[in-house]
């Protein structure tokens, strides 16, 4: 399919021929059920065939603007040509070997390319794995090995990942858990500074940092802080949705606790990095160096699973055999990868996010004071979440009406996705044009208005 620039898929709109599920679909998920495993959450009852930019087309040829680049992967939109040649490259050159038991340029050049883009001048290591879970499963390992100490630290409405030890760092939702105990040992979790609901009951900036000070009792009757070797956390917690802490927090924690007892700072980016909140890695925000970095989702534009550990050398120390994946690093996803960040530099994505993002937040908080169900608009970059409440005092959350501004946006066209408890979440890929933002900005318009009207 040609690429052509502005210009909307074939020159269409979004377009809903029949509401989804329509009965192509419908025939597919009923084999799906057949044979699935029921553990997946679906959040559309969408089949997908195929897609291009801003674009992915379901069975039944409805044409949906996808405002959460295919779950926060597609940064550089669906099917984008750069990326396919790069792939169709490797493909014929050489797709496997046999695991990190041998050498690869395309592992050390992509190793290169995370170390000079994450934050710190200082030498670096980078592990290679699969998936954001086995980043952060990598981290996790990585800390324990190195400070030989047992305990992490979390956040509440923190996740990351679904294997044991990510699962185990993770609490969004108590279905995570449930049934899977005894998880990973030795993991406390801290309250999140989600401001909007405080856990303090407090308001920022007149709180005096009462979640620090909660941090620092929990030191005194709790947890040996010596006996930490980790805080974990999302920079912008994401399935929780898109909570953003306050412009001082991270540099607390980082003097107040990781410098003063030798934790390590672990930042979870794997739906917030790579120029998705208009700096390369979102921590940047924060002005704090971490000490490990966890990428995946849009680090191969989601052609192929790959995750990446991106840790100081001094850290990343442990001795061979101590972790590897036979996958980890396959080549083909390499070679995606090394496109997709060549593609970001020269096409100045990340700048592109930055910009479209203050057009995409003045909108929405010009929206949210002539709205009645807008409580809270918050994000950085194009990753906004938007907090639905049914009384702006209360702050009461309108799960249903959240619900049906995302079916009535399905309706119309515009793929939005859930996050937290009645919040939506808007992240289009970096590519998007202005005209695309401005289109799917307004259908959103549309959809609130209308569920709006109805309450
Ligand atoms: C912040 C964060 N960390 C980790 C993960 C887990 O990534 P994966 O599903 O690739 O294992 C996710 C996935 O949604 C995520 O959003």
Redesign the pocket.
Do not use: P, W
């Given at each position: 399919m040609p690429r052509k620039k502005s210009v909307p898929w074939n020159g269409l709109l979004p377009k809903v021929v029949v509401r989804v599920p329509g009965p192509k679909a419908r025939k597919i998920v009923a084999r799906d059920k057949r044979v699935m495993s029921p553990s997946y959450t679906r959040a559309e009852p969408i089949v997908a065939s195929d897609g291009w930019g801003c674009y992915v087309r379901d069975v039944d040829g409805n044409i949906f603007l996808d405002f959460s680049s295919g779950?926060?992967v597609l940064n550089y939109g669906y099917s984008h040509p750069r990326l396919i040649s790069a792939v169709e490259r490797q493909l014929r050159k050489l797709t496997h070997f046999a695991g990190t038991d041998f050498y690869y340029e395309a592992q050390v050049t992509l190793a290169e390319m995370l170390i000079r883009i994450t934050p710190g001048r200082f030498e670096k290591r980078v592990y290679f794995g699969n998936?954001?879970?086995?980043s952060?499963e990598a981290a996790f390992k990585c800390a324990r090995w190195h400070t030989r100490r047992p305990r992490m630290l979390s956040y509440v409405g923190g996740?990351?990942?679904?294997t044991f030890g990510?699962m185990s760092l993770s609490s969004t939702n108590v279905l995570h858990h449930r049934y899977f105990a005894p998880l990973v040992p030795g993991v406390s979790f801290l309250p999140y500074p989600y401001c909007y609901r405080c856990p303090f009951k407090l308001e920022y900036p007149g709180c005096g940092f009462a979640c620090i000070d909660f941090i620092k009792d929990m030191l005194r009757k709790v947890i040996p802080p010596e006996e930490v070797a980790a805080i974990i956390t999302?920079p912008i917690q994401?399935?929780s949705g898109y909570i953003v802490p306050p412009p001082e927090y991270f540099k607390v924690i980082k003097e107040e606790f990781c410098d003063k007892y030798g934790w390590l700072f672990i930042v979870?980016e794997?739906?917030t990095g790579l120029g998705r909140t208009g700096k390369m890695f979102a921590i940047e925000h924060w002005k704090v160096i971490p000490d490990i970095v966890c990428v995946?989702?849009a680090l191969a534009g989601g052609i192929a699973p790959i995750?990446a550990t991106i840790a100081r050398a001094e850290v990343m120390n442990w001795e061979p055999g101590a972790h590897a994946s036979t996958f980890g690093g396959n080549l083909v996803a390499c070679a995606a990868a090394i496109e997709g960040l060549k593609l970001l530099k020269e096409e100045k994505l990340v700048e592109r996010a930055a910009k479209l993002g203050r057009v995409m937040l003045r909108r929405l908080t010009d929206l949210a004071e002539r709205s009645r169900l807008i409580g809270d608009v918050r994000g950085k970059g194009l990753l906004v979440g938007i907090e639905l409440v049914k009384n702006k005092r209360t702050k009461e959350r309108a799960i249903k009406e959240r619900n049906a501004v995302v079916q009535r946006a399905l309706d119309k066209g515009l793929l939005i996705f859930r996050g937290g408890k009645s919040v939506i979440r808007l992240a289009p890929p970096l590519t998007i044009t202005r005209q695309e933002l401005d289109l799917g900005l307004d259908l959103f318009e549309e959809a609130l208005r209308e569920v709006e009207r109805k309450c």
């Open positions: 779950m926060f998936s954001g879970a086995e952060v996740f990351h990942g679904r990510a999302e994401g399935s979870d794997i739906q995946a989702k995750g």
